[in-house]
């Protein structure tokens, strides 16, 4: 990481005590600077979680805190538990975040110390209980107390406003990269009348807003190193209001294909169905008590639009010169578009069985 920051003088801006150790680059995200600060306090070694929140991001970072603040304190007073829910650790003067000289913004969480978040999905158990934990995250926040929760990226998941943004790409042409996507450009807009199916639901009443995590990337929720249970939901700087499908589309996205997000053999991609049917149940197992039955109908689709959704995002970055998500190679946001339409065709291709499983799902939750 070429960036420097003052980690001696960050660090002891906030409520930490002990002698610093090391702080080193940490986890796998798109957006936002991860670290691990590793203390040692009178003989333990103690590590926690500073993160420096990507202002070109989250424009507004006091509100985000304010968000993440109320949710943590509301799932808190839920559950008392560390482990499950994130837990930020204040700076000394009281706020819970610190600004450096150059204007960074900075929190700090404790470590959930002896669990894991992956990138890939290794069996189903670990898809059923991130789901669960996902479920569980949304249906605890349905009761969160203050008001609506701020948007802190507009339009975040209105498909038809990310098609237009490609369109606007494409116009521009900025890098002179359009010649290398006709196919991956055609396969988007060949779906654009699909895109604004939920929207459209939502505008008629059939679905409601909900309080969301809307970054449901199964790498955001730690499991447990001995149980295997889904024991933390992470990431919350996308928490607000937002519908229960872009969660559940998320979690298809990133749990179903053994192959990691930016694959570029094509023909390691696929949808798990048993990955599937893992996350499904796992979700309902918490969310279906609130959910009504449009929103149950329409929760295949939210896989194959969510999916369709982030790889149009990821074809727009490479269009604009891989301006928004962190990139390790040329070509790195087209490799990442190319994968995630080949798992829209997978889920395309095995929507009949999907609904078909729903519809039994369905049936045991209202049993
Ligand atoms: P990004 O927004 O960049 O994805 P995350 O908040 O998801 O950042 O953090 C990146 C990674 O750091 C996570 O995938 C997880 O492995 C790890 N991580 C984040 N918060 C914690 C925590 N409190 N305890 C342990 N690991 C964490
Ligand atoms: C980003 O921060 P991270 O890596 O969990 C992105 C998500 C995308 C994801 C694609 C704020 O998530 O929307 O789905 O990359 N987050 C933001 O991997 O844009
Ligand atoms: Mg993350």
Redesign the pocket.
């Given at each position: 990481m070429e960036k420097k920051f003052d980690f001696k003088s960050i660090i002891g801006s906030f409520q930490l005590y002990g002698d610093l150790i090391s702080v080193n680059p940490?986890?796998?995200?798109?957006?936002?600077?991860?670290f691990?600060v590793v203390c040692n306090q009178s003989g333990t070694r103690v590590?926690?979680?500073l993160?420096r929140i990507?202002t070109n991001v989250f424009r507004d970072p006091v509100n985000l805190m304010e968000n993440i603040r109320r949710v943590t304190a509301h799932l808190n007073s839920r559950c008392g538990d560390s482990r499950q829910t994130?837990?930020l650790v204040p700076a000394k003067d009281g706020k819970c975040y610190t600004v450096d000289a150059e204007g960074n913004y900075f929190r700090t969480?404790?470590?959930?110390?002896n669990?894991?978040?992956y990138?890939i999905l290794e069996n189903s158990k670990q898809a059923y209980e991130a789901a669960r934990a996902f479920g569980k995250f949304q249906a605890d926040l349905a009761d969160i107390s203050g008001g609506r929760l701020a948007e802190t990226i507009k339009d975040f998941h209105n498909t038809p406003v990310r098609v237009q943004n490609l369109e606007n790409a494409i116009k521009m042409d900025k890098c002179n990269r359009l010649k290398d996507a006709a196919a991956e450009i055609d396969f988007v807009l060949s779906r654009k009348e699909s895109c604004g199916k939920l929207i459209a639901l939502q505008q008629q009443g059939l679905i409601p807003e909900r309080i969301t995590h809307n970054?449901t990337?199964l790498?955001?929720v730690?499991i447990d190193d001995a149980t295997q249970s889904g024991i933390?939901v992470?990431?919350?700087?996308t928490v607000m209001p937002g519908l229960a499908h872009y969660d559940f589309g998320d979690m298809v996205r990133t749990g179903t294909s053994p192959a990691p997000e930016d694959e570029v053999d094509l023909s390691k991609i696929y949808m798990r169905f048993e990955m599937f049917e893992a996350l499904l149940r796992g979700y309902c197992s918490e969310a279906g008590k609130v959910l009504n039955d449009c929103e149950l109908e329409y929760l295949p689709f939210a896989g194959a639009l969510i999916t369709l959704e982030i790889g149009t995002r990821f074809l727009t970055d490479y269009l604009e010169g891989d301006v928004y998500f962190k990139t390790h190679r040329p070509g790195h946001n087209l490799d990442r578009a190319r994968s995630q339409f080949q798992l829209v065709r997978s889920i395309e291709s095995q929507m009949d069985e999907m609904q078909k499983l729903l519809n039994n799902v369905r049936k045991e939750i209202k049993k």
């Open positions: 940490y986890g796998n995200g798109h957006i936002n600077d991860t691990e590590r926690y979680i993160q990507n994130l837990t969480y404790l470590f959930i110390e669990a894991q978040s990138d970054d990337k790498n955001n730690m933390c992470i990431d919350l700087d």
